[in-house]
């Protein structure tokens, strides 16, 4: 089995960019490593994948973790665009191109939390992908 995350990775994007309501609270700025000197609010995510074979069937399990910063006054806007996030992906794998995708749900508990600078709020949130092939 081939390991497919970069594939995930990129399809995840694809699908949050298309949510015109997150894409403006975001302004597009999704990105795969902590930027240089950005704006806010933006995203980060990252994948780790375990092979899911058996004797018959190959496959694998991604956890795709998404972490959200922005410098607003309150968690408002954290707030929404976690609801965005989750409106995208959560049981929603029509929404993400990936072939052999057969199941995408949010998991643990998701945290919205001010930093340690108490000058931005940051998100926290999984997704564990079902994959064949």
Known sequence: ???RSLDVLTKI???LLANNTLN???GGRIVYAVPQQTAYPFIIMRVEMTPN???TEVGGDYLV???AFDTALDQKSMLQIKSEIY???HRNESNIALSGLIQCIQQGVNQVM???DLKSWFLTV???LLVEG
Do not use: C, V, W
């Open 1 to 3: 089995m081939a390991d």
């Open 13 to 15: 994007r694809t699908a």
């Open 24 to 26: 403006t609270l975001i």
């Open 53 to 55: 074979d058996t004797k």
């Open 65 to 67: 973790r998404i972490q």
């Open 87 to 89: 409106n995208t992906l």
């Open 114 to 116: 001010k930093e340690p």
């Open 126 to 128: 999984d997704y564990r």
